[in-house]
């Protein structure tokens, strides 16, 4: 069976970011990658998000989802397994911890993913969920 153009779009992202040491030309070096386990399944998955560098061990991720009504699968494994590995562009592979910000911390910290892209600003638009944010804390 033939991988969605999702798949096939993050798998040209992360052979991008690999090839030029976390670079990838559409987003800079503001990827990172998550290692994660399948929440029902426990297959290994990669997906490339944006990462803002909170503190030196530590990285936030939102949950967006292009603004989908729905959050996405990844969000849902790293609450059933928060111990995971990241791929950086400066760190290279990172053991971290995921959790799921809330109430003011978790604004604060959409603030920041609001401020730098109006690709976010347009997914708070586009839904009625609150985005959830989740900081990545090296382990």
Do not use: C
């Amino acid at each position: 069976m033939d991988a969605s153009p999702y798949a096939r779009f993050n798998d040209a992202i992360i052979e991008e970011f690999r090839t030029n040491n976390g670079t990838v030309k559409q987003f800079g070096r503001g990827l990172v990658l998550m290692h994660h386990l399948g929440a029902k399944s426990g297959t290994e998955r990669i997906t490339p998000v944006m990462g803002i560098r909170e503190a030196p061990d530590a990285w936030l991720v939102a949950a967006s989802k292009a603004g989908a009504p729905d959050n996405p699968a990844w969000y849902h494994n790293l609450l059933a397994h928060p111990d995971i590995e990241i791929e950086t562009p400066d760190d290279g592979t990172v053991a971290v911890h995921a959790e799921a910000l809330a109430g003011e911390e978790r604004d604060q910290a959409w603030a920041r993913f609001t401020a730098i892209s109006e690709g976010f600003r347009s997914y708070e638009q586009k839904t009625t969920r609150v985005i959830p944010v989740v900081r990545l804390t090296r382990r």
